[in-house]
């Protein structure tokens, strides 16, 4: 048996309080007149009236209980067959730098798209523990692995460009904490999602050396290069002439990107629309899954009616007897 609404059951010490003091002080309740002295008719035989009507209070007494676990909600838990779940450990890794506000997916910014892409990839997991590391110039654990894609949800919102107040990328920083955070995981298959749209070009960590590393670990590593190919623009805050669009070059070092997923025996992919973002991870999605079991769902079938119904019957019973055949005067 399973309650629903266990907190109910805290009710009962207080209906105890209640019935204690009111047979100890029954007095109270009862109107009182004088009677000459009953003493003389005592030995006389007991009616059924008398001899029960005590009893009575206790039809209401036992309603008031009952109805306390109805409000409880007593439920029968329906097992469902055992199935089988898969889950991975990931980590993602979002490229926070100046040039990710580039407006290469119209209307969207390479950050927007970025984030949407994730988001829509998180929100598609089940038992999966999913990480989310930002990284420009320097690297930053914004959340660990984690099932709760409620709050890894609220940290990726958080991410902004220049969420590390630093410039530059430092791809082989990154791919290095993301692995530190990962080295422990007892999952069976562990992966790297790495979207940044530049070279790296700072930290003290070589992006291959980093990759290198996670291949010892079993960690894959999925690169993704952001941003449409040749010239794009930016928007930037003239204090003249107000918003402006200035050109940037496109600066993804592609090799690298394909050769640091060659070295973990994971892929390189390219981003140039919000639709082959979806489509890339999907394609991780098929590409890593490992079977874990999983419990079997859990159902629950409410059965309070009957404990409710046995209240209202007991409660309706009391007080129909107390009014009508155990009624008395005054």
């Known amino acids: 048996m399973h309650f629903a609404n266990p907190s109910a059951f805290l009710l009962v010490p207080v209906i105890g309080a209640l019935i204690w003091f009111r047979e100890r002080q029954s007095s109270r309740f009862k109107a009182s007149l004088p009677f000459p002295d009953l003493s003389l008719i005592e030995p006389l035989p007991r009616t059924w009236r008398t001899r029960y009507g005590h009893q009575i209070i206790g039809l209401v007494y036992a309603g008031m209980v009952l109805g306390v676990v ?6 029968a838990v329906m097992k469902g067959e055992a199935s089988k779940a898969r889950g991975i450990d990931i980590m993602i890794l979002l490229d926070t730098s100046g040039s990710m506000r580039a407006l290469d997916f119209d209307p969207l910014d390479r950050m927007a798209a970025a984030k949407g892409a994730a988001k829509n990839f998180i929100e598609h997991r089940k038992y999966d523990r999913i990480g989310l590391v930002a990284f420009a110039g320097v690297a930053m654990l914004q959340c660990p692995l984690t099932l709760d894609y409620g709050a890894l949800l609220e940290y990726l919102d958080q991410v902004e460009v220049g969420v590390t ?3 530059n990328t430092a791809i082989g920083t990154a791919i290095a904490t993301a692995v530190n955070h ?13 979207m940044t749209d530049g070279r790296n070009n700072s930290g003290e960590i070589d992006p291959l050396t980093a990759a290198k590393a996670a291949a010892a670990l079993g960690i894959k590593i999925y690169t993704i290069g952001i941003g449409i190919r040749g010239q794009s623009v930016i928007p930037v805050q ?12 496109e600066d993804i070092d592609e090799p690298s990107l394909n050769q640091i997923a060659q070295e973990t025996g994971g892929r390189y992919y390219r981003a140039t629309s919000t639709q082959e973002f979806d489509d890339i991870y999907d394609q991780i999605d098929k590409l890593e899954k490992s079977e874990i079991a999983a419990p079997p769902p859990a159902e629950f079938e ?3 009616r009957p404990w409710l119904l046995l209240a209202m019957a007991l409660l309706a019973s009391g007080s129909i007897l107390s009014a009508t055949v155990w009624r008395t005067f005054p």
């Open 70 to 75: 109805a409000l409880a909600r007593p439920q």
């Open 165 to 167: 107040t630093t410039e």
């Open 182 to 194: 990962l080295k422990k995981s007892t999952a069976k298959s562990k992966i790297i999602v790495l």
């Open 238 to 249: 003239n204090p003249v002439f107000g918003r402006q669009l200035v050109p940037i070059e």
């Open 302 to 304: 409410d059965r309070y």
